[in-house]
């Protein structure tokens, strides 16, 4: 678990690295909302820069089948990849690229329809649920909170003929439906089959997505566009046990953990940004640098209980006696 959140951040970085009005009269500069903005992005710098100290956790994820009763696994808004996995309580194994299949040496193009026996194989991004629909039905959605008037949320999918569902929006034709989470509770008029795209306005409390009495998502408060990724699995595992890397979500409110949680790496990373805003790229490599150096000391020393030791087998070593 953390032990930094943005708003201890805040409180504790020096007033050097908070942002200042270009010209100093600048109307409407928000100073500390440009330093919260500022702390997320450099946080998803250094997401991208590697595998820093809390961005490896371990987790165990339900599978569920598809059409074809093949199972896959889709990551929560939180984890970017898996790392290594496998069935739960059993053995692990590397995670195949959605490209393996198009290399040389790889087993060749999977048949769509073929029941999948193998390792864990990346399916790519964009999926909007955490499992599918089985039957074509109207779709459900529900707040744990009670929502304004104005909390949208646009569904687009496909009806059981794999046709486009459109609606009528503001008088308007549109791709998909809209939702008001303000009035409570919502169920479509439309059936749909399929669902590639969802997006929403940052709600108060979680929203349900159901097809019947089958849940299909949950989603958080601070979410807006969807896009999750997903694995096929082998179609004998009933969940996945491994290890993940977190991917950064945005920030947004005081208690909202911040990992890596290198106070001293962020504000490091604020003045790299800070250089870069003023066209100077080289000092503000130089910082970005540093924070890189100081992340990964950080790293060996919490890694340094599980460093491989080399043994060497009695016999070799009178060998090796013998040989000086």
Request: aromatic share 8%; charged share 25%; net charge negative.
């Amino acid at each position: 678990m953390s032990s930094l959140t943005l708003g201890l951040a805040v409180e504790r970085l020096p007033s050097s690295v908070v942002p200042q009005p270009d010209p100093p009269d600048l109307e409407g500069f928000d100073a500390q909302a440009e330093l919260r903005s500022n702390i997320n992005r450099v946080l998803e710098r250094l997401y991208s820069e590697g595998k820093w100290e809390g961005l490896l956790v371990q987790a165990t994820i339900t599978a569920y089948e598809d059409a074809n009763d093949n199972k896959f696994i889709t990551l929560p808004r939180h984890l970017e990849t898996c790392i290594r996995a496998g069935k739960s309580g059993y053995k692990t194994v590397a995670v195949q690229s959605e490209w393996y299949q198009y290399l040389p040496q790889g087993r060749g193009i999977r048949k769509s329809d073929e029941k999948y026996y193998g390792p864990i194989q990346d399916m790519g991004e964009g999926f909007v649920t955490f499992r599918d629909i089985e039957t074509a039905s109207q779709l459900t959605l529900s707040s744990s909170e009670t929502e304004c008037a104005g909390s949208y949320i646009w569904i687009r999918g496909k009806d059981s003929n794999g046709n486009k569902i459109y609606s009528t929006v503001d008088g308007e034709r549109v791709e998909g439906v809209r939702l008001d989470l303000g009035d409570g509770t919502q169920t479509t008029s439309e059936t749909f089959k399929e669902i590639y795209s969802v997006e929403k306005t940052p709600t108060t409390g979680v929203i349900s997505l159901s097809a019947g009495a089958t849940t299909l998502a949950k989603y958080e408060s601070g979410e807006r566009a969807i896009s999750y990724r997903r694995y096929l699995v082998d179609r004998n595992w009933d969940s996945v046990q491994g290890i993940f890397k977190r991917k950064h979500c945005w920030a947004i409110s005081d208690n909202d953990p911040l990992y890596p949680d290198s106070l001293e790496a962020i504000k490091l990373g604020l003045m790299a940004l800070n250089a870069e805003e003023k066209a100077d790229v080289e000092r503000g490599q130089y910082y970005m640098d540093r924070a890189i150096l100081l992340l990964n000391a950080e790293l060996k020393e919490y890694n340094a209980g599980q460093e491989g030791v080399m043994q060497i087998a009695p016999w070799l070593t009178r060998r090796l006696v013998n040989m000086t």
